[in-house]
């Protein structure tokens, strides 16, 4: 009996050295552990960081594109407009111009087409780079794509009561017979055109 207990006390440094051992592995096991959780947080706030700084930088890119190409549209707005005010300037109009979409019409020289006349309500003869209308002063320069640039020297019917209504004259060709030529007139129809009124 006193043998084993004498075993037993000789053993039990071992033992609580081991239990030790065995405690601080846990211990460093745990410190260890309690290192890798701590460090986790601050690489995700990194990461989430990172992110964040590259979105906001593509945020950033997407923005200033944005406005250069606006920038640009509006130089390229700018400059269509000044070639298209270089052109009215150079077709004859001056001064502050309007841009409107004409319906127009045709009429012919015949004496039955204008009041039994050869001439327009001003006295002009009737000759191509007259227009009709009841809306615009007598005068009025009026510049037609693909027609070139008339003036208001004539009225007309209640349908050229309208500003965007213009009755155009169409001169008689040399050998045209006035069947021909009324026939010409009349097949020409209504086209829409884009027009460019001198208002001062």
Do not use: W
């Amino acid at each position: 009996m006193k043998g084993r207990i004498v075993s037993v006390l000789c053993c039990l440094p071992l033992l609580l050295g081991i239990t030790d051992k065995v405690l601080d592995k846990s211990n460093l096991h745990n410190k260890f552990k309690l290192n890798i959780q701590d460090n986790q947080y601050p690489l995700e706030d990194n990461k989430f960081k990172k992110i964040k700084e590259e979105s906001e930088q593509l945020k950033k890119q997407q923005m200033l594109k944005e406005i250069g190409e606006g920038l640009k549209q509006q130089n390229e707005e700018k400059l269509r407009e000044q070639k298209k005010q270089e052109e009215i300037s150079s077709r004859g109009l001056t001064g502050e111009v309007k841009e409107i979409d004409f319906i127009l019409s045709f009429y012919s020289s015949l004496p039955e087409e204008n009041g039994n006349c050869t001439v327009t309500c001003t006295g002009q003869p009737l000759r191509y780079g007259i227009v009709a209308s009841n809306v615009y002063p007598l005068g009025t320069k009026i510049y037609l794509e693909g027609y070139g640039l008339f003036t208001v020297a004539d009225r007309g019917g209640s349908h050229f009561d309208n500003y965007n209504r213009l009755d155009v004259l169409i001169p008689k060709e040399g050998d045209e017979s006035v069947n021909q030529y009324r026939r010409r007139v009349n097949n020409m129809g209504k086209p829409h055109v884009k027009g460019y009124v001198q208002i001062k």
